[in-house]
C-alpha cells in the first residue's frame, strides 16, 4: 500500500464521490416540470422521484396536461412538488383558452383544492391577454397570492402587468427568444417578475456563461431560476444531465449568486 495507495485511494473517492457531492453541492429548485399524460405510461410516480433524487432537485414546480399528473406526484411527495394548476383540461385547450369561459370555471372550481402555489405554464401572446377570462385570472392570482407561470413574449408580459400591477409572474424560458437586453429592461421595471432558464442553451453556449447574460444575473440576482420543461418523456431520463450542465456553469458565476439561482430565489417566492 503506502503512498500509492493512499493516492489510488484517493483518486477513486473523486471519481465516485463526485456526482453525488456536485448534486448536494448545489441541489436545484426545478421551476419548470410536467408531468403530463404521454409520461404516465413510461414513468411510474414513483419513478419520477427516483429522477429527481438523481438529479439533485430538492423541490419542483410541476404541472401538466391533464391536472391529474401533478395530483398523482403532489400525492406521493407533498413538500417536495409545489403544484401549479395548468389552465388545460386536454391538449387542445392549448390554443383557446384564454378566451374560453369554461376554462376560467375548471380553473375556479380546481383551485377550491387549495393546493396550487400558480396558475400555469400557459401560452399567451400579446393582444390575447384583454380578454374576460385573462382579467379574471389576474384578478384570482392577485387575491390567492398565486404566481403565474407565463410562456409569453414580452409585450404579453407588459400586457398582463398592466391589468394589475400587483401580479406576480415567472416568465416561462425568458421569454423563449427574448435577449438579455429585453429582460434586463422588464426586470428593471416590474419588481414582480421572476424569469426561469428552460431551454435557454443561449445563456451559456459551450458551457460558460454569455457575457451579457452574465452581466444580467449579477445585477438581478434575486430573479433567476433553472428550469428544464419535460414536455416529452424523453426528457425525464435526460434530467439529471440537463441539470449537471447547468450545475456546470452555475459554478462559474460566483457563489451566492449560483446559489441564488439554483435554489435560493424559488424557495423564497414558493415558500411553503
Ligand atoms: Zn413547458
Not at 414546480?61 to 413538500?79: C, E, F, Q, R
Not at 400558480?118 to 384570482?140: A, Y
Not at 390567492?144 to 402587468?161: G, Y
Not at 417578475?193 to 447574460?213: F, I, N, Q
Request: glycine share 6%.
Amino acid at each position: 500500500m503506502g503512498r500509492l495507495g493512499v493516492c489510488l485511494g484517493a483518486l477513486l473517492l473523486i471519481l465516485v464521490g463526485t456526482p453525488a457531492r456536485s448534486a448536494q453541492d448545489l441541489p436545484i429548485f426545478e421551476t419548470h416540470l410536467h408531468y403530463s399524460e404521454n409520461s404516465w405510461n413510461s414513468y411510474s410516480p414513483e419513478a419520477i422521484l427516483a429522477i429527481l433524487d438523481k438529479a439533485g432537485v430538492m423541490r419542483a414546480l410541476v404541472s401538466s396536461t391533464p391536472d391529474d399528473g401533478t395530483l398523482k406526484l403532489h400525492t406521493k411527495a407533498p413538500t417536495r412538488i409545489v403544484p401549479i394548476l395548468r389552465p388545460y383540461r386536454t391538449r387542445q385547450d392549448m390554443a383557446t383558452w384564454y378566451q374560453d369561459p369554461a376554462v376560467l370555471a375548471y380553473v375556479e372550481e380546481r383551485l377550491k383544492k387549495g393546493i396550487y402555489k400558480g396558475i400555469g405554464e400557459f401560452h399567451l401572446s400579446g393582444g390575447q391577454t384583454g380578454t374576460p377570462v385573462i382579467r379574471r385570472l389576474v384578478e384570482l392570482a392577485v387575491q390567492k397570492n398565486l404566481i403565474l407561470h407565463a410562456h409569453s413574449d414580452d409585450r404579453a408580459v407588459e400586457e398582463l402587468f398592466a391589468l394589475n400591477p400587483n401580479v406576480k409572474i415567472l416568465w416561462a424560458h425568458a421569454g423563449m427568444s427574448a435577449g438579455p437586453d429585453v429582460v434586463g429592461k422588464l426586470l428593471d421595471r416590474y419588481q414582480n417578475l421572476w424569469v426561469e432558464l428552460a431551454l435557454r442553451t443561449d445563456v451559456a453556449p459551450g458551457g460558460s456563461p454569455d457575457p451579457a447574460w452574465r452581466a444580467l444575473f449579477l445585477r438581478h440576482p434575486d430573479r433567476f431560476m433553472i428550469g428544464t420543461d419535460t414536455w416529452v418523456p424523453s426528457r425525464w431520463e435526460a434530467l439529471p444531465g440537463y441539470l449537471d450542465e447547468a450545475r456546470a456553469w452555475l459554478r462559474q458565476l460566483p457563489r451566492d449568486v449560483a446559489e441564488q439561482i439554483a435554489f435560493k430565489n424559488a424557495t423564497r417566492l414558493f415558500a411553503p
